[in-house]
């Protein structure tokens, strides 16, 4: 069963940045069948998409988030990582990792439990 | 970048009733990439409809999804007490975008 799991810190100081991982197990982040991707959902609010990554390494991210985003994959590591520069209050937030499937039309058909990153000084 | 506009806000229902979806894109989207997806407090999201129509494994056949172009529909044909929820769509084109989502919540 393929499982996901977030880690990285959970208090972030403002305008530093924000580091997650992405650990994937029961299944290979190298498969050409899916995208890697990050999600969040600032409390008590719905969900925005950050960015997602392949396995080759080519990026998408989202237009009003592109300036302060990265999202790196490491294949020998099974993981992938998201790396948020700047941050202000605004980017309080459960963050979830998830994988899109080309058999789901690129749907999310795997998510990780989220981690909850709080900026505050 | 497609905006997705989901209504209604709430939906207040009881068990046993039809539940009604919308989500509404800013321009046409390929039916193709449009997924449902139902939230629990404290969980992570669960898909249940990609392709706008195809229920992901293990969903239950309640949930049914319908539409093209820039309106599909999310009906849940009977309540349990298990459906109420937060409701997005979610759709794919040259990046992923969601919905605000819809809380379907006990009359």
């Known amino acids: 069963q393929l499982q996901l799991q977030e880690s990285g810190p959970g208090l972030v100081k403002p305008s530093e940045t924000l580091s997650l991982t992405c650990t994937v197990s029961?299944?290979?982040?190298?498969?050409?069948?899916?995208?890697w991707g990050w999600i969040r959902q600032p409390p008590g609010k719905g969900l925005e998409w950050i960015g997602s990554?392949?396995?080759?390494?080519?990026?998408y991210y989202s237009p009003s988030l592109k300036s302060r985003v990265t999202i790196s994959v490491d294949t020998s590591k099974n993981h992938f990582s998201l790396n948020l520069s700047s941050v202000t209050a605004a980017d309080t937030a459960v963050y979830y990792c998830?994988?899109?499937?080309?058999?789901?039309?690129?749907?999310?058909?795997?998510w990780g439990q989220g981690t909850l990153v709080t900026v505050s000084s | 970048e497609i905006v997705l506009t989901q209504s209604p806000g709430t939906l207040s229902l009881s068990p046993g009733e039809r539940a009604t979806l919308s989500c509404r894109a800013s321009?046409?989207?390929?039916?193709?990439?449009l997924a449902w997806y139902q939230q629990k407090p404290g969980q992570a999201p669960r898909l249940l409809i990609y392709g706008a129509s195809s229920r992901a494994t293990g969903i239950p056949d309640r949930f049914s999804g319908s539409g093209s172009g820039t309106d599909f529909t999310l009906t849940i044909s009977r309540l349990e007490p298990e459906d109420f929820a937060v409701y997005y769509c979610?759709?794919?084109?040259?990046?992923?975008?969601f919905g605000q989502g819809t809380k379907v919540e006990i009359k």
């Open positions: 990554i392949y396995y080759s390494g080519s990026t």
């Open positions: 321009q046409s989207v390929s039916s193709s990439y």
């Open positions: 998830a994988r899109a499937n080309f058999n789901t039309w690129n749907g999310f058909d795997y």
């Open positions: 979610q759709q794919y084109g040259s990046g992923w975008t």
């Open positions: 029961g299944g290979s982040i190298s498969s050409s069948s899916y995208y």
